[in-house]
């Protein structure tokens, strides 16, 4: 009889255990809602909240296509900035190396016959190109190669003429580059035996011949304009190159006239 109360206590700890446990449950799953605005991100719940505003996309979404390219406004701004300097580059060249009197050497205005037969003479040196106007013409080139293209008309076929100059390149890059090669050899060892000096004799002519003559001044400039426009139309015409050399090409444009004769060589010979 004794065992009886506390197998009644017992029965009555455990159902007031299961009636004490038993509530805990809906609170318990309540706990748990099946959704909760803390999981979402700010821009989400924002969003949410706004009901109604079906195709307001959320504050925070990125557009497609913004990925930080540049816009055709941004292109076209740095094409009439490009064209503007080139044609104030023009206008410097002009004005400096043909009007005004504070270079070496004579202007156009007050120029010698001295210096005119120099100019005839120099020639010769050039395949009788005159050795003062080569900027001059390149310059502009330049410049006009940046005008928009008129997308109404089709691409110009190309001509005869430049076919056959396509095909030749190779041989104009070899005669162009044994040029070079014998224009240095010629200017350091050239008539050696007419008592012309030697190798640094003849330096200090050629520093002497730049700082008194207009022409050998201008020349100077001549190719340091060359030095930055050669890179510049190599690098836009690096589809005409084969594919085997483009990046060899790409490398060698930044060196003044061996990037030329490379581009030259390797070019793509295109069936028509």
Request: aromatic fraction near 12%; hydrophobic fraction near 50%.
């Amino acid at each position: 009889m004794a065992a009886l109360p506390l197998l009644l206590c017992s029965a009555a700890s455990s159902h007031r255990i299961r009636l004490l446990a038993h509530p805990a449950l809906p609170y318990r799953a309540a706990a748990r809602p099946t959704f909760s605005p803390v999981r979402f991100s700010p821009c989400v719940f924002h969003s949410l909240r706004r009901a109604g505003a079906r195709a307001a996309p959320p504050p925070c979404a990125a557009k497609r296509g913004g990925g930080g390219g540049v816009s055709s406004s941004d292109g076209e701004g740095t094409r009439v900035l490009l064209q503007a300097a080139l044609w104030g580059a023009e206008a410097a060249y002009i004005i400096w190396l043909f009007l005004l009197p504070y270079a070496p050497g004579d202007p156009v205005w007050a120029i010698s016959q001295a210096t005119i037969t120099d100019l005839v003479g120099l020639s010769l040196n050039f395949f009788f190109i005159l050795p003062l106007i080569n900027s001059a013409f390149l310059i502009p080139y330049m410049a006009i190669r940046l005008n928009n293209p008129d997308k109404d008309q089709p691409p110009p076929q190309a001509s005869k003429l430049a076919s056959v100059m396509v095909r030749g390149a190779s041989v104009v890059g070899i005669t162009s580059g044994l040029v070079c090669v014998l224009s240095i050899v010629w200017a350091f060892f050239g008539r050696a035996d007419a008592d012309f000096g030697g190798i640094l004799d003849r330096w200090q002519y050629a520093q002497d011949y730049v700082l008194t003559e207009r022409l050998a001044y201008a020349f100077l400039w001549d190719i340091l304009l060359y030095s930055i426009f050669q890179p510049w139309l190599i690098g836009g015409n690096l589809q005409n190159v084969k594919p085997k050399a483009t990046e060899f090409v790409n490398v060698a444009r930044f060196i003044p006239v061996v990037g030329i004769v490379v581009y030259l060589l390797c070019l793509e010979d295109k069936k028509d």
